[in-house]
């Protein structure tokens, strides 16, 4: 009973507190305590609306930055596809002209008869694999490996050419692969023809990875800039196959010969394919 006595008073209270709030509202007497209350709801909604917004700031930064986490590792998998594409069309671009400087050489020597192989090693009989022209004179490169042997009609002694000019000969023909004598080598010689003048001599390898032009008569006509190519004389070497560039002329009025060096025309450490010479009409005479 006490109970509910209780709950009544209380709820004639708060029925009193509404309607006096009401009159109080109607007579325009609860507009500064609105005021009042509106600015202490604006002083404490600002920073908690501002932190808010800082919040949701923080949280699209973070998407953002993931995203463009995703993306960045997609554009660097696409500029390694790119690449690997610009690489592909490169070597297919190289090789596609390889073949049509070969193409060009065969349809400029009709009269021969070639054979197209890959260099698959630099160096050898002691010349370290992948080895290039360097200061120590042991390492110049004087041999390659090819990827044709006797199964392909190979011998020794066989001409070795690329569109720009002579390399060497075979020398040394296994079952699957032969070697290459480099022009530059030692022992290799090679009889030679000026062009220009029909001046004669002999192109030797120094091993250092240079030629020597020798057994040139003193009088005959020779200087820096003439073209040297293999004159057929002796059979070895078809005839009109450029060797390189005449650089430097010796003369000795004491000697019967003189001497130039010439600058190979083909830069060997650099050989991808070669064409052999299979077979070809040697030039008659004594060389």
Excluded: H
């Excluded at 917004?53 to 998407?63: A, D, L, Y």
């Excluded at 050419?161 to 010689?189: C, N």
């Excluded at 020798?214 to 003439?226: F, H, I, N, T």
Aim: a neutral charge; aromatic letters at 4%.
């Amino acid at each position: 009973m006490i109970r509910l006595l209780e709950r009544s008073w209380l709820f004639l209270a708060l029925l009193g507190l509404v309607l006096a709030g009401y009159g109080l509202q109607q007579a325009g007497r609860l507009e500064p305590l609105q005021r009042a209350l509106t600015d202490v709801f604006s002083a404490v909604s600002e920073p908690l609306t501002t932190a808010a917004t800082r919040v949701n700031s923080v949280v699209e930064g973070v998407r953002r930055f993931d995203a463009l986490q995703a993306e960045n590792a997609e554009l660097r998998q696409e500029v390694a596809r790119l690449s690997v594409d610009n690489v592909r069309l490169s070597e297919a671009a190289s090789e596609n002209e390889r073949l049509r400087a070969a193409l060009g050489y065969k349809q400029a020597n009709p009269s021969l008869q070639i054979l197209g192989a890959d260099v698959i090693q630099r160096g050898a009989e002691g010349f370290a694999a992948g080895r290039v022209v360097s200061r120590d004179p042991s390492s110049y490169l004087a041999v390659l490996t090819i990827n044709l042997g006797k199964r392909d009609g190979m011998r020794d002694g066989l001409p070795v050419v690329t569109p720009e000019g002579l390399v060497g000969r075979l020398k040394g023909v296994g079952e699957r692969t032969a070697q290459v004598l480099l022009i530059t080598d030692a022992s290799s010689s090679v009889n030679a023809l000026i062009t220009r003048t029909r001046v004669t001599g002999v192109v030797q390898g120094t091993g250092e990875g240079k030629l020597l032009l020798r057994y040139v008569e003193q009088g005959a006509d020779l200087k820096p800039g003439d073209l040297v190519y293999t004159s057929g004389l002796g059979g070895a070497f078809p005839p009109l196959q450029l060797i390189g560039q005449v650089v430097a002329v010796r003369q000795k009025d004491i000697e019967l010969f003189q001497e130039a060096d010439v600058r190979p025309i083909v830069d060997f450490s650099r050989l991808e394919q070669i064409l052999v010479i299979t077979q070809f009409e040697p030039v008659k005479g004594d060389g």
